[in-house]
Nanobody, 114 residues
Framework: QVQLVESGGGLVQPGGSLRLACAASGSIFSRYAMGWYRQAPGKQRVLVARISNIGITNYADSVKGRFTISRDNAKNTVYLQMNSLKPEDTAVYYC????????WGQGTQVTVSS
């Protein structure tokens, strides 16, 4: 019922910034809790940030103070503003939507390298 398309990934230098966007289909976007996860090669997919249907946010300790998740329900879009990027942030970033079940996007590559 929900399709998610991530965008905004790319190559950035350490200390730089990127903004990821996840555009969702469907008519009940505002009811979904939205999240960003990431997965590095050979590693588990882990939570980066999430935002509830009422705007409550949570962050992984590794990104607190650097990343900001937000949502624009009018645009059916969730964002992840990533500042002060570090090489260890390199991963494929996945958008997640959760309501009565989970939906995943295809992911967007973020590479932090000099």
């Amino acid at each position: 019922q929900v399709q998610l398309v991530e965008s905004g990934g790319g190559l950035v230098q350490p200390g730089g910034s990127l903004r990821l966007a996840c555009a969702a289909s469907g008519s009940i976007f505002s009811r979904y809790a939205m999240g960003w996860y990431r997965q590095a090669p050979g590693k588990q997919r882990v939570l980066v940030a999430r935002i509830s249907n009422i705007g409550i946010t949570n962050y992984a300790d590794s990104v607190k103070g650097r990343f900001t998740i937000s949502r624009d329900n009018a645009k059916n879009t969730v964002y992840l503003q990533m500042n002060s990027l570090k090489p260890e942030d390199t991963a494929v970033y996945y958008c997640n939507a959760r309501y009565t079940t989970n939906f995943w996007g295809q992911g967007t590559q973020v590479t932090v390298s000099s």
